[in-house]
Each structure stands twice: as C-alpha cells, then as structure tokens.
C-alpha cells in the first residue's frame, strides 16, 4: 500500500513543479516583452529641387496595428505605405492608417519659395495622435539654396559641402524641429552654457557670460537653445529657437535660460512654483521675474545683507535634490539665536502685496504672568516689534480698528487713534509726529516698537533666557 501512495506523491510533486516552470517561464517571456519595448522614432529625409521640397518620413517601432494620424495643411502630394499608394482620407485633416511591420513610410512635397532672403518651416510633418516621437533626425540634400546655411532647434551632426550638394544632419529628442534657411552663411560664434549662439560670419558676438551659467552647467536643460541673430528674418521667440535682431537680447535669453533650469531643478508645489523667481534673481544678483518675486528679492537681499544671502542660497542647491516649498525656504534664512525666520510662507499665499522679512522670537510670552498664545514679538531690520492689540483688549481698553480712520485705542480717560505706517497720532484731539510710524504692519496685523509700549501704556518687558515676561507697572 506504500509503494502506490509513495508513486502518487511522487507524481504529484513532478506535475507541481512543471506547472511552476511553465508559470515562471511564462511570466519570464512577459516580461522580457516589456523590456524590449521600443521609444517611437522617426527619420526624415528632404531632398530640395526646383518644385519644391521632397520628403520622406519614416516612423518606426510602434506597437498599435492601425493608427490616427494628423496631417499639416501646407503638405501636398502625399503617399501612404511603401508601395507609396494613394492614402485614404476619413476627413480633410486626419487618416487612420494600418501600421506595417511597426513602421509607417510617407513620400510628400511642401511648397517652397524660388528665392528668398530667409525661410521658416514650422508644423511641417505627419504627426500621430496620442502618442510621443521619442527621437528625430532629419536628413537633408540641399541642391538650390547652397550660398546660405540651414539650422533647426536640434543638433547639427552633420555637414558636408560636397561639388553638387549639400548635406545635413540634424537629430533631437522628439518631435521634428522647426527648419531655417537664410541666404548668409551662419557660424556658430559662442556657446553660452545650454545656448548656442549663431551668426553670419563677419558678426562678432560680443556678450558677457552671467556667472550663473557657469554654476548651471551641470544642470541639464530639457532641451537646448539655439539662438541666431540675423537681420535677414523677423523676430521668432520659441522655447528652443530664437531669432533676435540684436545681440542685446542675448543676456534676457541667458536669464531665461536660468529660470528654466531652476524651475527644473528645484520640486516646488504648483501654486509655489513663481517663488524660483525669487532664486533665480539672488543667483544673479539682479530683479528678474514676476513683479512680487523681484520685489521680495530687494526685501530679501535689503534685510540680510550679501554674505547672508549667500549663505541662504548655499543652502538652497543643497536641497536641490528634495522637495521644497515656502516653509522650507524660511527654514534655511540663518535666523538670530530663538527666533524663525516668516518671509516665503507668508508671501506664498498673500498675492496682493509684499510681506516684509520679519523673526518671530521663539521664546514663551507672559502677560502679567499668564502665558498669552496671541502676542509674539518679531524683529525686523534690528527692531523689535510686538503685536498689542492683544494685550490691550486683555488689560480692559477697548479697541476699534477701522480701515480709513486708523486704530482707536480707549480706556477711562485714554484716548490714542494711530495710523499704521504713518508717522503722526492722535492723543485726545491732539495731533503728535515722530520720527518713525509708532505703528506698523506686519502679515497685515498691527505691531508696535517693543519700546513704545511703555511709552505710550506704561508696560514693563523684561527678558529671559527661556521667556519673556509684560506687565503694567504700578504708578
């Protein structure tokens, strides 16, 4: 009775572990389906003849069987397939198109002028809807147009004059780029971090390179910028070509260039994203950006000082690799021994107009020895302020704050009525100016010079390593 039971198992054991090779052999071969999944390419070649520009345009490695394209207005002539059949149309602007061996062929023309100073080929090639070219490269025969130069916003890998035609090569990663031609032979003159700068050849590129450039440099952009400064064709201003007139412009296209980098390189919130503004102008020493952002620069930069809005900024890039939001950039602002630095945090979400840089004091605050969780004491440029609005309402005085009539502060037979940042006040009917606003607005609520409330409401404050301590003193 063993012997059989024994072989059943035996059996059992043997139909078990083929079935998991098979599994494992199955979920292998999956597996290795996915890697070998290939990015969408395409090839494009363009041979230049008297009727115009001839076009071939190879996209391979697609995976659907049939396919939605789109087709440019300005393209003529066109054939589908490598038997070059007549293509068939659903609409005017899109066909659906069986996909042969992963890859589509199409043989077009594009119109083109006999003679020009300059020409601009946008939006020219068949596009796929919902899906992404992961790489271009075009392949170019020039036979007509072979006094002047060809770019695009890709890399020119290629160059060759030869006695009857020219050729180029250009490649980038994506979609087909814009194509210019002009009738001046174009060098390139300067490569300024990620920009490369192209000229006619008797120009001479004179521009200073921002330091920033040079700190940038191992930040890659998304996608470089070629800049060609002409006369021969009007001003075109695209992510990755520029056409500019002068070369003035170059240090706006370097700033920008900047902007980009950062907002690339530093992971803020959405709604944060315009504080890299406030970045970008420290780390070139000049207001550059969104109004509010150049104007918290000034702030910033007005209230720490150079060495410590270096240091700020130092600390930054070190959290280049994290995500960051306002907070975090309060945080890193080298604050006086107990307090916090509250600038970013609260600009971030006040739009209407700048919060001055301030330093809440950390310390725990006692009103007549009662731990008060409503007043705090900020220093700004040196200054110690404290909000005490508070601690008057506690003390019995009654207070009115109207928008257009000031702060009117009552008890008994104490009457003061202050103006926020404005130098004059009234006791009684009385009318006093001083030097400076005995009252001012930070975060929108009224603070006043921690001096003046003894002055004006005969408080004591006396300080301590771990609190602070304000009480009405006895007269």
Same mark, same amino acid.
């Given at each position: 009775?063993?012997?059989?039971?024994?072989?059943?198992?035996?059996?059992?054991?043997?139909?078990?572990?083929?079935?998991?090779?098979?599994?494992?052999?199955?979920?292998?071969?999956?597996?290795?389906?996915?890697?070998?999944?290939?990015?969408?390419?395409?090839?494009?070649?363009?041979?230049?003849?008297?009727?115009?520009?001839?076009?071939?345009?190879? #996209?391979?490695?697609?995976?659907?069987?049939?396919?939605?394209?789109?087709?440019? %207005?300005?393209? #003529?002539?066109?054939?589908?397939?490598?038997?070059?059949?007549?293509?068939?149309?659903?609409?005017?602007?899109?066909?659906?198109?069986?996909? *042969?061996?992963?890859?589509?062929?199409?043989?077009?023309?594009?119109?083109?002028?006999?003679?020009?100073?300059?020409?601009?080929?946008?939006?020219?090639?068949?596009?796929?809807?919902?899906?992404?070219?992961?790489?271009?490269?075009?392949?170019?025969?020039?036979?007509?147009?072979?006094?002047? %130069?060809?770019?695009?916003?890709?890399?020119?890998?290629?160059?060759?004059?030869?006695?009857?035609?020219?050729?180029?090569?250009?490649?980038?990663?994506?979609?087909?780029?814009?194509?210019?031609?002009?009738?001046?032979?174009?060098?390139?003159?300067?490569?300024?971090?990620?920009?490369?700068? =192209?000229?006619?050849?008797?120009?001479?590129?004179?521009?200073?390179?921002?330091?920033?450039?040079?700190?940038?440099?191992?930040?890659?952009?998304?996608?470089?910028?070629?800049?060609?400064?002409?006369?021969?064709?009007?001003?075109?201003?695209?992510?990755?070509?520029?056409?500019?007139?002068?070369?003035?412009?170059?240090?706006? #296209?370097?700033?920008?260039?900047?902007?980009?980098?950062?907002?690339?390189?530093?992971?803020?919130?959405?709604?944060?994203?315009?504080?890299?503004?406030?970045?970008?102008? %420290?780390?070139?020493?000049?207001?550059?950006?969104?109004?509010?952002?150049?104007?918290?620069?000034?702030?910033?930069?007005?209230?720490?000082?150079?060495?410590?809005?270096?240091?700020?900024?130092?600390?930054?890039?070190?959290?280049?690799?994290?995500?960051?939001?306002?907070?975090?950039?309060?945080?890193?602002?080298?604050?006086?021994?107990?307090?916090?630095?509250?600038?970013? %945090?609260?600009?971030?979400?006040?739009?209407?107009?700048?919060?001055?840089?301030?330093?809440?004091?950390?310390? *725990?605050?006692?009103?007549?020895?009662?731990?008060?969780?409503?007043?705090?004491?900020?220093?700004?440029?040196?200054?110690?302020?404290?909000?005490?609005?508070?601690?008057?309402?506690?003390?019995?005085?009654?207070?009115?704050?109207?928008?257009?009539?000031?702060?009117?502060?009552?008890?008994?037979?104490?009457?003061?009525?202050?103006?926020? *940042?404005?130098?004059?006040?009234?006791?009684?009917?009385?009318? =006093?100016?001083?030097?400076?606003?005995?009252?001012?607005?930070?975060?929108?609520?009224?603070? #006043?010079?921690?001096?003046?409330?003894?002055?004006?409401?005969?408080?004591?404050?006396?300080?301590?390593?771990?609190?602070?301590?304000?009480?009405?003193?006895?007269?």
């Amino acid at each position: 009775m063993k012997k059989p039971f024994f072989t059943f198992i035996l059996m059992l054991l043997i139909l078990t572990s083929s079935l998991i090779f098979w599994q494992w052999k199955g979920y292998s071969s999956s597996e290795d389906k996915v890697e070998e999944k290939l990015d969408i390419q395409q090839t494009i070649n363009i041979n230049h003849q008297k009727e115009g520009l001839f076009v071939e345009q190879i #996209i391979s490695n697609i995976e659907e069987t049939s396919v939605k394209l789109s087709i440019p %207005s300005q393209v #003529i002539d066109i054939t589908c397939g490598f038997d070059q059949a007549k293509c068939e149309w659903t609409d005017q602007k899109e066909i659906q198109l069986a996909v *042969d061996e992963g890859r589509l062929i199409f043989h077009y023309s594009l119109p083109i002028p006999q003679s020009a100073d300059s020409f601009l080929l946008n939006n020219w090639t068949v596009k796929l809807h919902n899906q992404s070219i992961a790489s271009t490269k075009i392949q170019l025969s020039e036979t007509q147009w072979r006094s002047g %130069s060809w770019q695009a916003d890709a890399k020119l890998n290629g160059l060759k004059e030869m006695n009857l035609v020219d050729y180029y090569v250009f490649e980038k990663f994506g979609e087909a780029p814009l194509l210019y031609w002009q009738r001046e032979k174009l060098m390139k003159k300067k490569e300024i971090g990620q920009i490369a700068v =192209y000229a006619e050849q008797d120009f001479n590129v004179q521009i200073n390179e921002i330091p920033a450039i040079h700190q940038l440099k191992d930040i890659q952009a998304e996608q470089p910028i070629k800049v060609i400064i002409t006369k021969l064709h009007k001003e075109i201003d695209t992510e990755t070509l520029k056409i500019i007139n002068s070369e003035k412009k170059l240090t706006s #296209i370097q700033e920008e260039m900047v902007y980009q980098q950062l907002v690339q390189l530093f992971q803020f919130p959405k709604k944060e994203r315009w504080l890299v503004g406030v970045i970008t102008s %420290s780390v070139l020493n000049k207001p550059v950006g969104e109004e509010k952002a150049q104007k918290m620069y000034l702030e910033l930069k007005d209230t720490l000082g150079k060495e410590q809005l270096s240091t700020w900024l130092d600390r930054v890039f070190e959290e280049k690799d994290n995500k960051i939001n306002s907070k975090t950039l309060d945080d890193l602002i080298e604050a006086p021994l107990g307090m916090n630095a509250k600038f970013f %945090s609260v600009n971030a979400v006040n739009k209407d107009s700048i919060m001055p840089l301030t330093f809440i004091d950390a310390r *725990d605050i006692y009103v007549n020895e009662n731990k008060s969780i409503n007043t705090n004491i900020v220093t700004h440029e040196g200054k110690k302020y404290i909000n005490f609005l508070p601690i008057l309402e506690e003390s019995g005085y009654q207070v009115t704050n109207k928008k257009n009539e000031g702060i009117l502060v009552e008890k008994e037979a104490v009457k003061y009525q202050f103006y926020p *940042d404005k130098r004059i006040f009234l006791l009684g009917e009385k009318k =006093y100016g001083m030097k400076e606003s005995p009252v001012v607005l930070f975060h929108n609520t009224a603070y #006043i010079e921690l001096g003046l409330l003894n002055t004006f409401f005969n408080w004591t404050i006396l300080e301590e390593d771990s609190q602070i301590n304000i009480f009405q003193s006895v007269e």
